[in-house]
Structure formats: structure tokens, C-alpha cells
């Protein structure tokens, strides 16, 4: 018999409707006699609308409250698919983070989970029923309910995989797998069979938002095996696994790209050793993730500029630190927002030569300046003007083979 975790993000549950639809699919995998854990979002907009209420109240909402007030939205769900698989003559219960628990360390908001109980739920396998939890949340050791972010019910279902020892775990979306681009943007982009739990963990950190980082990279740490799907087709999704699976045969698998990107440029720093640490040590105090870096070569041997880039949500707080640093000296904080990351994916560049010249030369054709660079072995990516992006992402999907 075999055991899946099966996670509904809030497209697939967003109405009644589809709610009583994913009930059917869960009772089609019990027909085929295996054990079925759910993971389930809040319904789509739900969360938006709590947010929207506790800025209504407050800007400041305090951070302990609003977990408790975003944490009901998957237990809205769970209550609503319970009784729709209770409708069907399936035996079904939901649980609240508390009840299982679903052990969780950090800070409000951006907690991760370390464990989860997982004896009431076996208990309850066993007896043939569906045991449905809520994503996106925990219980801390003082006992207060804490979120893991957004899109981390993603991150809740491959903890369950983990920690239940899972045959599998199946991301359930509005799309038919993993594109080779946003197909809201390129038609012509084509869904990925199979793809390395590296090449994934890349396209999500850059932009692809069928499933989030974090809950790829516990995949890849304990080789879960992960299959993105659609719940309103039947079509075979995308299957996620080590790369020694996956016979390449192109050079670049996908292209990303993120509009939440600002450059900031620090003109005329002192040029000397340490002062990049004294730049970036109070952002990352603050958990701010700086992303590219670059430092121009000196001309007078005494000042230089650096560039670097940080998510757009985090740049007046950038600001206010650098203008408060006092152990740095600078000329004029130049800040540009209206700049995307646009990145090429691939494991096949790692044994493909001239994959960089490619990009830039393709992009150099389209008249698109690029602002900075940043590369890994199976990654490349540029930041750019904003108004560019979808002439960018056309071109090198062209350029790259993936039409």
C-alpha cells in the first residue's frame, strides 16, 4: 500500500465547488488502495483578505496576532474538505496544527517546521481514513501558533513526507506542471516532464511560483520524490528528482524572471579592506537578503562604487540603514526599482560551452542593456530595465531551444 501526500494550494480549493471536486480525486487514490495525507491552503484570496483587516486595524498588527489571524484560513479549508469527503462516504478528519502538533522554531511569520507528532495520525491511517491538515502553520515550544511564510503549505507537505516516510508527495495546482517559461507571458512555453531538484530549487528562487523554495530544497535533502499537477486536468504533471534521472539534451531547461528585484548603488565608498563587510553586515542583522554584488575597479585607488540588489519590499529599510551606518562614508545612494532579475536554468550548461556568450549576444540583438550578472554552475542571471523583460524572456526562449 502506498502512502502520499497529496497538498491543495488556494486555486484548487477557492470555492465549494472545486473544494467537493478535490474531494473526488482523494477518494479516486483510496480506490486505488493507497493512504492519503492532504495539506491544504487557505482558499484563494483568503489570506489577502486577512491582511487587509489587520492593516485596517493597524500597520503595525502585531506579529504574534496575525498568526493567529492567518493560520485560520487553512482551517477554514480543512473543516470544508472534511465534510465534502464525509459527503462522498469517505471516512475523512482534520486536525489543527496544535492538535497533531506540528512542531515549529523562529520567528513570527518566518518560522520552519523541526517536527510533527506523528502517532494520532497513523492511528488514524490505519483505520482507513484521510487525515487533512493545514499548511502554513505550527506551534512553537511556548505555545503560540506561528506561520512559515507565504506558500508554505508547499513546505508543510514535503515536512509531512519527510517525518511519515511517504512514497511521494503531490503539489496539486491551477497548472498542468513546471513551463519552460510563464506561459501567461509565452504562449508558446512547453510543460517540463521531468526536471532535477536543482534546476527546480533555481527556478524558484528566481521567479517560477508553482512551488516554493524552501519545500524543494527539503525534497532534494531527503530525495522525496515530488510531482507538480493540476487539479482540473488528468494530464501527468511535472516529477521533480535527482538529477542522475534525467537524461539532458538541451542545454538550458527554463527562463525565470522576478519583478521584485531594486538596484541600489553606493557612489564613491572608501576602497579599502572590510568596507564591504561594514556595508552588509547590518542588512543581514536586519534580514535583508542581498542578492547580486558588484564593485567597480577603483580609478584613484581611494573610492569605488558598489552595487547590489534586494528585494523591493526591503528597500526604505536599506536606505535607513546605510544612512545611519556610521562606519561607512559615501558620496550618494543611487536606488533603482524599476529593474527585473531575468535568469536562464539549466543543468545541461554545466558541460555546455558558450551558453554565456549566447545570452548576452541574444540579448545585445534586442538592444537590452544588462545591469549586473550573477551565474552558478546551472544558473545565469541579469538585471535589467523593467520595460525589457518580456522581449528578454521571448528572445532567449527562442535562442535556447525551448519553443
Not at 13 to 36: M, P, Y
Not at 217 to 235: C, G, H, N, V, W
Request: contains cysteine; charged residues 25%; glycine residues 6%.
Amino acid at each position: 500500500m502506498v502512502k502520499k501526500v497529496l497538498k491543495f494550494g488556494g486555486t484548487s480549493v477557492g470555492t465549494a465547488e472545486r473544494i467537493q471536486h478535490v474531494a473526488n480525486i482523494i477518494k479516486k487514490e483510496l480506490s486505488n488502495g493507497n493512504k492519503v495525507i492532504a495539506v491544504v491552503s487557505a482558499m484563494a484570496g483568503k489570506t489577502n483578505e486577512l491582511i487587509k483587516l489587520s492593516n485596517e486595524i493597524s500597520e503595525e498588527f502585531n506579529k504574534r496576532e496575525l498568526d493567529v489571524l492567518l493560520s485560520s484560513g487553512e482551517q477554514i479549508t480543512c473543516a470544508l474538505l472534511s465534510g465534502a469527503l464525509m459527503k462522498v462516504k469517505v471516512k475523512a478528519k482534520s486536525w489543527l496544527n496544535w492538535q497533531i502538533p506540528i512542531l515549529t522554531e523562529g520567528e513570527h511569520s518566518n518560522a520552519r517546521v523541526i517536527n510533527i507528532h506523528i502517532e494520532k495520525i497513523n492511528k488514524y491511517l490505519n483505520e482507513e481514513g484521510v487525515a487533512i491538515i493545514p499548511g502554513f502553520q505550527g506551534i512553537s515550544k511556548n505555545g503560540d501558533i506561528t506561520t512559515i511564510g507565504r506558500g508554505g503549505s508547499d513546505a508543510t507537505a514535503v515536512a509531512v513526507a519527510k517525518i511519515f516516510n511517504a512514497d511521494s508527495c503531490e503539489i496539486y495546482t491551477d497548472v498542468d506542471g513546471v513551463f519552460s517559461t510563464d506561459p501567461n507571458k509565452i504562449p508558446v512555453a512547453k510543460k517540463i516532464d521531468k526536471i532535477s531538484y536543482d534546476e527546480m530549487l533555481e527556478l524558484s528562487s528566481l521567479g517560477a511560483k508553482v512551488i516554493q523554495a524552501s519545500a524543494v530544497q527539503t525534497a532534494m535533502m531527503y530525495d522525496i520524490p515530488l510531482e507538480i499537477k493540476s487539479t482540473f486536468t488528468e494530464r501527468k504533471g511535472t516529477k521533480i528528482f535527482s538529477q542522475e534521472n534525467i537524461d539532458y539534451t538541451k542545454s538550458v531547461t527554463g527562463v525565470a524572471y522576478s519583478k521584485d528585484d531594486a538596484k541600489i548603488t553606493v557612489i564613491d565608498v572608501e576602497d579599502k579592506p572590510g568596507i564591504a563587510a561594514n556595508i552588509f553586515e547590518p542588512l543581514s542583522k536586519a534580514q535583508i537578503n542581498v542578492d547580486m554584488v558588484i564593485q567597480n575597479i577603483s580609478s584613484d585607488q581611494k573610492t569605488t562604487d558598489i552595487t547590489f540588489t534586494v528585494k523591493r519590499d526591503d528597500v526604505s529599510k536599506t536606505k535607513e540603514i546605510l544612512k545611519n551606518n556610521k562606519r561607512i562614508n559615501y558620496k550618494e545612494l543611487i536606488v533603482n526599482d524599476k529593474v527585473s532579475k531575468v535568469s536562464i536554468v539549466g543543468a545541461g550548461m554545466v558541460s555546455t560551452p558558450g551558453v554565456t556568450y549566447r545570452m548576452f549576444r541574444a540579448l545585445s540583438d534586442e538592444d537590452i542593456n544588462i545591469l549586473a550578472i550573477s551565474t552558478s554552475e546551472i544558473k545565469l542571471s541579469v538585471i535589467l530595465d523593467e520595460e525589457k523583460t518580456l522581449k528578454a524572456i521571448k528572445k532567449l526562449h527562442t535562442i535556447f531551444d525551448l519553443d
